[in-house]
């Protein structure tokens, strides 16, 4: 069973930072492509970063660009989304998805998502 473990969210005030990981198990970690995605109270779900198997290719959405950065370990099989310079706006539910290609990921198709972490970012 493939599984999809978000963490590392929580409360900052504004200008802060946070770290997300996304730990894979249940796959072949190096094969997947994975993606951070949030979705705000009463908003869509965007699409945030994402990067692909060998870490060669990074997508980052404008809105964060600049703040954000998306890694992989694949020793570790997990992603990390460091997030600096946190705004109110930022405040989301934050999930990864993984699919064994970098579009679907990057499309918001993937064929798997964990479940999500909160960040909440005061002003």
């Known amino acids: 069973e493939v599984q999809l473990q978000a963490s590392g969210g929580g409360l900052v005030q504004a200008g802060g930072s946070l770290r997300l990981s996304c730990a894979a198990s249940?796959?072949?970690?190096?094969?997947?492509?994975i993606g951070w995605f949030r979705q705000a109270p009463g908003k869509e779900r965007e699409v945030v970063s994402c990067?692909?198997?060998?870490?060669?290719?990074?997508y980052v959405a404008d809105s964060v660009k600049g703040r954000f950065t998306i890694s992989r370990d694949n020793a570790k099989n997990t992603v990390y989304l460091q997030m600096n310079s946190l705004k109110p706006e930022d405040t989301a539910v934050y999930y990864c998805a993984a699919d064994g290609k970098f579009g679907a990921v990057a499309g918001g198709t993937s064929d798997y998502w964990g479940q999500g972490t909160l960040v909440t970012v005061s002003s």
């Open positions: 249940g796959l072949t970690f190096d094969d997947y492509a």
């Open positions: 990067v692909s198997t060998s870490d060669r290719t990074t």
